[in-house]
């Protein structure tokens, strides 16, 4: 059974930093994986999708890894503002499992201090 | 642009009431899906549907029933079953290589 867990749960940083949010799975037989931000009472916003294939995806100041092998990928903030403030959630697709599902980590609460 | 439109964005539901909450996407995908969050929590699949006139339960799906009579349509309807209903709402679809986009939700309160 694919578990997705994420370290750490929350994070306070001051603007400007740079900063790494961790994401394990115990199945390394993914088709992809998926970074999400979701602020408070809003939807959730797709910020890169890494397939199985490929090792790193970039989007202005984010750039995520993939590392099949090692169970895990990180997601990289450069320079971070207080508008990157949310909840950051990687997550897998069940492909062939009982349900076809997203499988969700715990998530990241990030605060970012101006 | 494409995207997913729910709709609406608050919702009140009176006790023994059933309630549809309606999702639209334009992306062309095929499977959408029906997820329920809750406060401090993680989302929880109710329903899916992989193609038009077909769709599979996930893992919460009693007291919801859904319906995929079109492909850019997958309504949700709550129904008076659904015992704890309030809850945040969201509605996704996906294409293996596109991934999976999200609506921007449904909050569903019972008064």
């Known amino acids: 059974k694919q578990e997705v867990t994420q370290i750490p749960a929350a994070l306070s940083v001051p603007e400007g930093e740079n900063l790494v949010l961790n994401c394990s799975f115990t199945?390394?037989?993914?088709?992809?994986l998926q970074w999400f931000r979701q602020d408070p009472g809003k939807g959730l916003t797709s910020l890169l999708l890494?397939?199985?294939?490929?090792r790193e995806q970039t989007s202005g100041r984010l750039n995520a890894s993939l590392d099949k092998s090692s169970g895990r990928s990180t997601l990289y903030i450069a320079a971070s503002q207080p508008g990157d403030s949310a909840t950051y959630l990687c997550?897998?697709?069940?492909?062939?499992?009982?349900?076809?599902?997203?499988?969700f980590g715990t998530g990241t609460l990030l605060a970012v201090q101006p | 642009d494409g995207g997913i439109t729910q709709s609406p964005k608050y919702l009140f539901r009176k006790e023994g009431q059933n309630v549809t909450l309606s999702c639209e996407q334009n992306?062309?995908?095929?499977?959408m899906y029906w997820y329920r969050q809750d406060p401090g929590q993680g989302l929880r699949l109710i329903y899916y549907?992989?193609?038009?006139?077909?769709?599979q339960k996930g893992d919460i799906a009693e007291g919801y029933s859904v319906s995929r009579e079109k492909k850019e349509s997958f309504p949700l309807t709550v129904t008076s079953a659904q015992k704890n209903p309030t809850a945040f709402y969201l509605c996704?679809?996906?294409?293996?290589?596109?991934?999976?986009?999200f609506g921007s939700g449904t909050r569903l309160t019972v008064v």
């Open positions: 997550a897998v697709p069940n492909y062939g499992g009982a349900t076809n599902k997203l499988i």
């Open positions: 996704a679809s996906e294409a293996g290589a596109e991934g999976y986009t």
């Open positions: 199945d390394s037989a993914i088709y992809n």
């Open positions: 890494i397939q199985s294939s490929q």
């Open positions: 549907s992989q193609i038009v006139n077909d769709f």
């Open positions: 992306l062309n995908h095929d499977a």
